[in-house]
């Protein structure tokens, strides 16, 4: 990362992105082993574990578009300290509780506890950026990479000794993230709104070229789930290695801390913002073509260690190939996506313009995850073993052209008229 644009940004700019990196250092260092404490330590099976993952993203993603408003209507400020706060109490309970309730209490308040800091956080760095937003939301991105790889690092430090002291050291790092925005970050003035919660909700909903955005755009959300998904189940596949996973990890996240900015700088000379959002989602729909090429070809691996390391190496290229393009499809995309967002909806109401696309994204992300999960189950190994890469191309083909679509028509343009439907609200 270029050390030039991070001190480019603002104070409260810079203090997000720091505060972006505590977020995942706290989140990444208790979520990947709260799986193996609840099944290894508290004897719960896999239904029981699986219903309080999924309430934890339940509780985060159905409440997007409530913390997005609240942000624009109370102030982001609020929302991010609240949002850290409540963490703390989270990340405690799951040290301190080991009933199911419990357990299912924590689980709502971690998730509800991201929606209302996540839409807040994007929100005031959009505001906070000026004109140099994908910029931003690059460094933005290089700290929540540099999260993602030391949080689990900490995390299985801190297992070998107790998982209650991995749910000790997460709510100390968000009580001095809560600490960090009480003494440091400014407060934003709040924009009065004209219409009531209802009349902003319809207004988002009225707006056409933001739904026709929010659809396309969704494409990257349902393929982003496929990094903890069909990416690590396919190279377990092949290598016959639980481990084998990390690499995928670690692949994706150092060309995300190393690439993102110079990525980001090299689209902002040669392409601009539109081109890039529709580059970014082909690339990541392309890269499932070297999986979906050699499928047929690659076996499962019994697991039986008679391959030598060369033969498991080569049966994992496709798999490595793929996230290395996946990974830079994303680079390429996210930050653009962050730019255009209140220019296809309104800097007005960010917050809530955020929490519907984040809320609409993890809808269809949740449905391409099921089918792909459902492909695998069925013809994982098969002749057939093919058909979830390629229903994962065509997601990303389909969201490309969306917004190559909308790039032509002059639809992701700062100077292009709002529909009639949308009222009184600008485009910019």
């Known amino acids: 990362m270029s050390g030039t644009t991070f001190r480019g940004l603002s104070p409260a700019a810079r203090l997000l992105v720091v505060n972006q990196f505590g977020i995942t250092l706290g989140f990444y260092m208790l979520l990947p082993f709260l799986a ?153 003035d709040i924009e009065r709104q004209e219409n009531g919660v209802l009349g902003s909700w319809r207004e988002v909903i009225a707006n056409r070229r933001f739904v026709a955005f929010t659809l396309s755009l969704s494409a990257y959300f349902a393929l982003y789930n496929q990094l903890y998904l069909t990416m690590p189940l396919e190279i377990q596949r092949v290598s016959g290695l639980s481990w084998s996973i990390a690499a995928v990890f670690v692949v994706s996240t150092l060309i995300g801390v190393f690439g993102q900015v110079r990525i980001t700088d090299w689209c902002r000379r040669n392409w601009g913002a539109g081109r890039s959002v529709s580059t970014g989602l082909f690339c990541m729909g392309a890269s499932f073509l070297p999986v979906l090429l050699t499928n047929p070809f690659i076996p499962t691996h019994s697991g039986a260690g008679d391959d030598s390391w060369l033969g498991i190496a080569l049966a994992c290229l496709p798999v490595l190939l793929g996230t290395v393009l996946f990974t830079v499809g994303m680079a390429v995309t996210n930050p653009f996506a962050m730019e255009l967002l209140p220019i296809v909806g309104s800097e007005r109401l960010a917050g809530t313009y955020y929490g519907f696309y984040y809320l609409v994204s993890s809808v269809v992300a949740a449905a391409v995850s099921w089918l792909a999960g459902s492909l695998l189950d069925g013809f994982s190994g098969s002749a057939l073993g093919w058909l979830p890469w390629l229903a994962l191309l065509l997601v990303g083909l389909a969201g490309g052209s969306g917004a190559a679509a909308m790039r032509r028509r002059g639809l992701l343009a700062r100077s292009s008229e709002p529909n009639r439907s949308e009222g009184k609200e600008t485009s910019a």
């Open 36 to 188: 193996s404490y609840m099944s290894g330590q508290l004897g719960y099976g896999a239904a029981v574990i699986g219903l309080v993952l999924g309430i934890r993203n339940l509780s985060q993603q159905g409440m997007f578009l409530v913390g997005g408003t609240a942000a624009d209507r109370l102030g982001c400020r609020p929302m991010i300290i609240t949002g850290c706060a409540l963490r703390v109490v989270a990340f405690g309970s799951f040290g301190l509780f080991t009933s199911l309730p419990g357990l299912i209490v924590a689980a709502v308040l971690t998730g509800l506890a991201g929606a209302l800091f996540n839409p807040a956080v994007r929100t005031y760095l959009i505001h906070e950026a000026g004109e140099r937003r994908a910029e931003a939301f690059a460094v933005f991105n290089v700290f929540a990479h540099a999260g993602t790889l030391v949080g689990p690092l900490l995390g299985a430090a801190l297992l070998s000794v107790d998982f209650r002291l991995i749910a000790t050291s997460a709510c100390v790092a968000f009580a001095v993230l809560t600490v960090a925005q009480l003494a440091v970050l400014p407060h934003r």
